[in-house]
């Protein structure tokens, strides 16, 4: 079969992505899923209990919305803490005995902060894997030939080598598992010994490679010759700045994956991640605080919550009306790009969001005004907090470090310019406290944005 000019990995499915054809599918689907679940994950039925619904009561999407309260990863933990954190006990509980037969390998988070959320590949999940990332892949431009050198962390976690499964569907790949926790110089030189022609990890890796690179390999990232990043588990290269530095750095296009089954698509001007995954996952969005559901109208914001639509193959999110605290911006027309799906911008974590005089404050979007200073700011920052978030004693406080060449009696002028900028943009005046460049350390994985001094008292 000669696939090479076709537009869609799945042309029977992708062009129905977000129709009225779709949603039709979507109810059929989520009424036997919300049975599934109901009959065998006891963490399902029990939410189900509290509100009083049969899975029979299902006739609509307002119908599953009044029925399953949402669930984070704050109940999960509520799980662990319920069975004294026997994993063993609290998996039963969670994902349901039928899917533990089935249990192929256990990725999890970091789990800086306690008990890892566990995120299991079950042996269908695998199927799952490769068909939706073989439609990520083939609209990433990912063909035949092409090397990819997965560099999220392999240690566990959820992006790493479930990689191996991702892109099987996409014959001619090949892979070169080289892992976060290889470092920049082992990355750099096993890049450039297999000539790789993608990256695949954070952003912040990526860009701290550039920075590496001169040093490593003797000459600039461009020298490797990428045609493609593939970035995900952070927002970087959903901010235009950060994703611009990159392109032009490493001269090659740089896709946006992640919070859900999303990919960004080759529209010049960042136009959100396309959401191809309608018989999948059902996608909600909720209001943060009253958690009632918001319209998927164009421009919509909202906390993201995803069910999945195949019960035993679930991939990341396991349970029904589940959401990873990330609040997301939909975009319902359609894309210049001219490909399917509706599309999705993560504009900050619901649990990162700051509260300064009132106005909502997401780090990730002090990030963007931070980035669109490059060269002239690194691009590494900190936000200081005094006492723990959301709430922030104004003024809001950073450490921003300034770039190579910027003199002293430069600083007042580009401190107005940025302050300037983060009023415009996200309604708040900082104090800005300045670094030299190379101060703040870089982060091979997930970068921390927040300083809590309040931890230091
Ligand atoms: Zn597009």
Avoid at 26 to 37: G, R, W
Avoid at 315 to 339: A, E, K, S
Avoid at 357 to 374: C, E, L, T
Wanted: neutral net charge; hydrophobic residues 40%.
């Amino acid at each position: 079969m000669n696939t090479s000019g076709r537009k869609y990995f799945n042309m029977e499915i992708e062009p129905l992505l977000n129709t009225p054809q779709m949603r039709d599918l979507q109810l059929k689907k989520l009424q036997s899923a919300v049975k599934y679940f109901y009959e065998n994950v006891p963490f399902d039925r029990r939410r189900m209990t509290k509100t009083g619904a049969l899975p029979e009561d299902i006739r609509s999407f307002g119908d599953f919305a009044r029925a399953v309260p949402i669930a984070g990863q704050a109940d999960y933990r509520d799980v662990f803490k319920e069975v004294d954190s026997d994993m063993a006990k609290s998996f039963e509980i969670l994902f349901g005995e039928a899917r533990l037969r089935d249990l192929h390998l256990l990725t999890t988070t970091s789990g800086t902060t306690g008990i890892p959320t566990p995120y299991p590949v079950f042996h269908k999940t695998t199927e799952a894997m490769g068909e939706l990332f073989g439609r990520i892949g083939w609209r990433m431009n990912i063909r035949a030939g092409d090397k990819l050198a997965i560099c999220f962390g392999l240690s566990m976690h959820a992006a790493g080598i479930p990689h191996l499964y991702w892109f099987k569907k996409l014959h001619g790949l090949s892979l070169y598992p080289i892992g976060a926790e290889a470092g920049t110089e082992r990355i750099l030189s096993l890049m450039k010994l297999f000539k790789v022609n993608i990256f695949s990890g954070t952003p912040s890796l990526a860009q701290h490679l550039i920075e590496r690179a001169p040093e490593v390999l003797r000459d600039s990232v461009g020298s490797l010759g990428l045609k493609l990043l593939v970035c995900g588990a952070e927002p970087g290269a959903g901010i235009p700045e950060v994703r611009r530095r990159l392109e032009e750095e490493y001269g090659a296009r740089v896709f946006d994956i992640g919070a859900g089954y999303g990919v960004s698509c080759d529209y010049p001007d960042y136009q959100g991640m396309h959401w191809i995954a309608d018989d999948y996952c059902y996608y909600e969005l909720v209001d943060p605080e009253t958690l009632e559901p918001v319209p998927m109208v164009h421009g919509a914001t909202g906390l993201a919550v995803l069910t999945p639509l195949e019960p035993d193959s679930t991939i990341f999110f396991h349970n029904l009306r589940f959401t990873l605290n990330d609040i997301h911006q939909i975009y319902t027309d359609p894309c210049p790009c001219g490909l399917s799906g509706f599309r999705y911008k993560i504009i900050g974590r619901a649990d990162d969001m700051l509260k300064v005089k009132g106005v909502p404050v997401y780090p990730a979007a002090v990030q963007g005004v931070i980035n669109s200073f490059f060269p002239r700011l690194t691009g590494a920052f900190r936000i200081v907090l005094d006492v723990p978030p959301p709430r922030v004693i104004p003024p809001l406080k950073l450490k921003v470090e300034h770039g190579e060449g910027v003199r002293e009696s430069d600083l007042p002028g580009l401190e107005k310019e940025v302050l300037d900028a983060m009023h415009s943009q996200l309604k708040v005046r900082p104090a800005i406290a300045w670094l030299g460049p190379n101060i703040l350390e870089r982060a091979v994985k997930k970068t921390q944005l927040l300083e809590k001094a309040y931890e230091q008292k």
